[in-house]
């Protein structure tokens, strides 16, 4: 899904007014929905404070419209990643929303066709899964050897489980911002 530059506006300003709404009480500003905000898709809701992570939660496969999984996502990202403690009032003017809206995934049979600052990765082991926004990989400057080995630390599994039969790796995309 290529969104319009105004649907990004929209879809910033609703992530915004929903933590505002539980931050301060305050009313959801309102917006006429428009239709392609109302198709299902995986989307992530990022919170930085001053350039570093303060929390970032999403859906992987498309259950919601995007609209919807925007509002509940940013709930979740502020106020309930078990990594931070809730955002509070006192800091809500130093947090930077980034919405990322993925593409279905897809199931890859070798690391060749990864490509770092293009691909997110999600890795599944046994009841072991995690996965890394493309956008990671490119902040850090990973190559894709070491973009797997992390997503093998977020799934909870050793380093090189990447390496292993039984281990399912996904690549997707996203639109950032």
Same mark, same amino acid.
């Given at each position: 899904?290529?969104?319009?530059?105004?649907?990004?506006?929209? %879809?910033?300003?609703? &992530?915004?007014?929903?933590?505002?709404?539980?931050?301060? *009480?305050?009313?959801?500003?309102?917006?006429?929905?428009? =239709?392609?905000?109302? =198709?299902?898709?995986?989307?992530?809701? !990022?919170?930085?404070?001053?350039?570093?992570?303060?929390? @970032?939660?999403?859906?992987?496969?498309?259950?919601?419209?995007?609209?919807? !999984?925007?509002?509940?996502?940013?709930?979740?990202?502020?106020?309930?990643?078990?990594?931070? /403690?809730?955002?509070?009032?006192?800091?809500?003017?130093?947090?930077?929303? =980034?919405?990322?809206?993925?593409?279905?995934?897809?199931?890859?049979?070798? +690391?060749? =066709?990864? !490509?770092?600052?293009?691909?997110?990765?999600?890795?599944?082991?046994? +009841? /072991?899964?995690?996965?890394? %926004?493309?956008?990671?990989?490119?902040? /850090?400057?990973?190559?894709?050897?070491?973009?797997?080995?992390?997503? @093998?630390?977020? &799934? *909870?599994?050793?380093?090189?489980?990447?390496?292993?039969?039984?281990? /399912?790796?996904?690549?997707?995309?996203?639109?950032?911002?």
């Amino acid at each position: 899904m290529s969104l319009s530059e105004e649907e990004k506006v929209q %879809l910033k300003k609703l &992530a915004k007014d929903t933590i505002e709404g539980v931050l301060f *009480g305050k009313q959801e500003g309102t917006f006429k929905i428009p =239709e392609r905000l109302k =198709e299902k898709s995986g989307a992530f809701v !990022t919170l930085k404070k001053r350039g570093e992570l303060r929390g @970032c939660i999403g859906y992987i496969q498309a259950v919601l419209p995007l609209y919807e !999984t925007i509002r509940k996502m940013a709930v979740q990202s502020a106020f309930h990643d078990p990594r931070f /403690n809730p955002v509070d009032k006192s800091e809500w003017d130093d947090i930077e929303i =980034e919405i990322s809206v993925l593409t279905p995934m897809k199931k890859i049979t070798s +690391i060749e =066709e990864i !490509t770092v600052g293009v691909h997110g990765l999600f890795i599944e082991k046994g +009841i /072991n899964s995690g996965l890394l %926004l493309p956008q990671v990989a490119t902040e /850090n400057k990973w190559d894709e050897e070491t973009f797997l080995e992390y997503t @093998c630390y977020k &799934a *909870g599994l050793p380093k090189d489980a990447w390496k292993s039969k039984n281990a /399912n790796i996904y690549i997707f995309s996203a639109e950032v911002f």
